[in-house]
């Protein structure tokens, strides 16, 4: 070990004293890192480095053989960079890290060279880090990527249930993506998540838009004490690579061991219709995803759905003990009311649905498959006996284990919605979904949102609007396919033809959370929104 800090120690110590002449000299300090002089590429060539300069850095280009191929992915974390420079002014808060690729096989064997091209915010130009390398496209290249979560703090405190995320990338597929622990293998991660950061890093690599993996790590069957964690991949023809190693502390206790979960609908921000007693009642409205069967005309009930699950230690089993539906903290439902609904045909404030879904993401966690929870929520009811008020209200789940722990989902603030009620006059509005971003997405470049609306009378959706923080962004495409959305309503006209989608520039935004809400007009006029998603915009370029 002692070997390898040397190494480190003295790498960092020459690069320092080849760059430090450069930054006493100017305010401008950049550097390839890899690929090196004279070194043998395929497949997919990463490039990267770090740039700094007193201004903002606008781009960095690629060029191979003097053409240019890409920009490159900016703003990316340098912990070594940072302690390289530690006098540097701002270094603390920077980022100065920039990746990009290309594909080896788009140019003959042989020798090449590379360099990149910064420019800054007051069009300052520089070149740097020309270099020659030797393509042969006959090599194997072994897989590549990075482990995002845990990060490259020196030890991570993990209890219950902890994420490791990442991507990886190989130009001949990924065949499987590993979590190890102690060097062995603990679990296969779920491969093939969304990460539109990394297609943009690679544009010569088509699959490297669906690169992203995820691996739930069940910690009470990992002893307490130190481990080493890694991820390996490993390609289609078999070769392998660990991509990332982290040291974790493991330490379980009941009490840090609760429920988890999420809420899948309704969206925050969704309109809950009922029929109240003031109104005479109208048609029952859609739902968002389709109810489990047809409601009667006198009642109009919101189908309220999620997963939760739970962790015990080596002394208990875990497991989910109930569930409640909570409206601004009170309880209006319980899973120890679950029972066989004949009007909707299945049982009703429930925990124990079927959700593969979930086991997919927490194959080893109790309950996974049947991790699912279903309630019929009456706002009618709840108007007209239980003294709740028409207007915006607040919709959590209370989740608690056999332990006599418990958990609000998504978070103690929970969600809002609003009730409203609905008339025998009312053409009531169109509903739908948005399937993308999901919560919490990164995004950068343009990226295309999309999700389906229906209508249930005459004339059916007519616009589907796109707002960002409040600001309209325009009028989605609408009427595109969607097998899986007339399988759920059959006996709606066209509800084959009911997505939607639309293209958002995210560079017209800043480098921040933002909140989608997508607004339906029908063919009355009346309009509803579907709901609201939070998504995180990311353009260091």
């Not at 409205?285 to 997963?307: E, F, K, M, N």
Request: hydrophobic letters at 40%; aromatic letters at 10%.
């Amino acid at each position: 070990m002692m070997w390898r800090w040397v190494t480190r120690g003295l790498v960092l110590g020459c690069l320092f004293a080849f760059l430090v002449p450069s930054l006493l000299a100017q305010d401008f300090i950049a550097t390839i890192d890899s690929p090196v002089e004279g070194e043998v590429v395929s497949g997919m060539v990463l490039v990267k480095g770090f740039a700094l300069d007193r201004e903002d850095i606008s781009r960095i280009d690629l060029y191979v053989d003097d053409q240019f191929q890409h920009s490159a992915n900016l703003g990316l974390p340098r912990i070594d960079v940072i302690q390289a420079f530690p006098d540097y002014e701002g270094i603390q808060s920077r980022r100065p890290g920039f990746q990009t690729g290309f594909s080896a096989n788009r140019f003959p064997d042989g020798n090449h060279t590379i360099h990149v091209r910064v420019t800054t915010s007051d069009n300052r130009s520089f070149e740097i880090s020309r270099r020659t390398i030797v393509i042969d496209n006959s090599v194997n290249q072994s897989p590549f990527g990075h482990l995002d979560i845990p990060d490259t703090a020196t030890t991570h405190d993990v209890n219950g249930s902890f994420p490791v995320v990442g991507w990886a990338a190989d130009v001949d597929g990924v065949r499987s993506v590993d979590v190890l622990v102690d060097n062995l293998v603990y679990q296969a991660a779920v491969y093939g998540d969304p990460r539109p950061d990394v297609g943009n890093n690679f544009p010569d690599l088509p699959s490297a838009l669906f690169s992203g993996f995820v691996a739930h790590v069940d910690s009470t069957r990992i002893p307490e004490g130190v481990h080493n964690l890694a991820v390996r991949v490993t390609d289609r023809l078999g070769l392998s690579r660990i991509i990332g190693r982290r040291t974790i502390q493991v330490f379980n206790s009941t009490n840090n061991l609760r429920p988890f979960g999420f809420i899948d609908e309704p969206l925050r921000d969704a309109v809950l219709y009922g029929s109240c007693s003031q109104l005479a009642p109208g048609p029952p409205p859609l739902i968002s995803p389709a109810p489990p069967t047809p409601q009667t005309p006198d009642r109009i009930s919101t189908p309220v759905r999620g997963w939760a699950l739970d962790l015990g230690t080596r002394e208990d089993t875990g497991r989910v003990a109930y569930v409640e539906l909570l409206i601004d903290g009170a309880r209006v439902l319980s899973s120890d009311d679950c029972a066989f609904n004949p009007i909707f045909g299945t049982e009703v404030n429930c925990y124990g649905i079927p959700r593969f879904d979930v086991q997919r993401y927490y194959p080893t966690y109790p309950d996974s498959p049947r991790a699912g929870f279903v309630f019929s929520l009456d706002v009618g009811d709840l108007v007209n006996n239980r003294g709740f008020r028409v207007g915006n209200h607040t919709m959590k789940m209370r989740v608690g284990d056999l332990e006599q722990t418990f958990a609000d989902i998504p978070n103690t603030s929970g969600i809002p919605v609003f009730f409203r009620c609905a008339s025998a006059s009312d053409d009531l509005p169109a509903v739908g979904f948005i399937d993308f971003p999901n919560k919490s997405d990164f995004v950068k470049g343009n990226v295309t949102f999309f999700g389906w609306a229906l209508d249930q009378n005459f004339g059916g959706v007519q616009t589907v609007e796109i707002y960002v923080d409040g600001n309209l962004m325009g009028l989605a495409q609408y009427g595109l396919p969607r097998t899986d959305v007339q399988r759920a309503y059959p006996t709606i006209a066209n509800s084959i033809n009911s997505g939607w989608r639309f293209t958002l520039d995210t560079t017209q935004f800043s480098d921040s959370i933002h909140r989608l809400t997508v607004r339906t007009t029908d063919g009355a006029g009346h309009t509803a929104e579907i709901g609201s998603v939070d998504f995180y915009v990311d353009n260091p370029n």
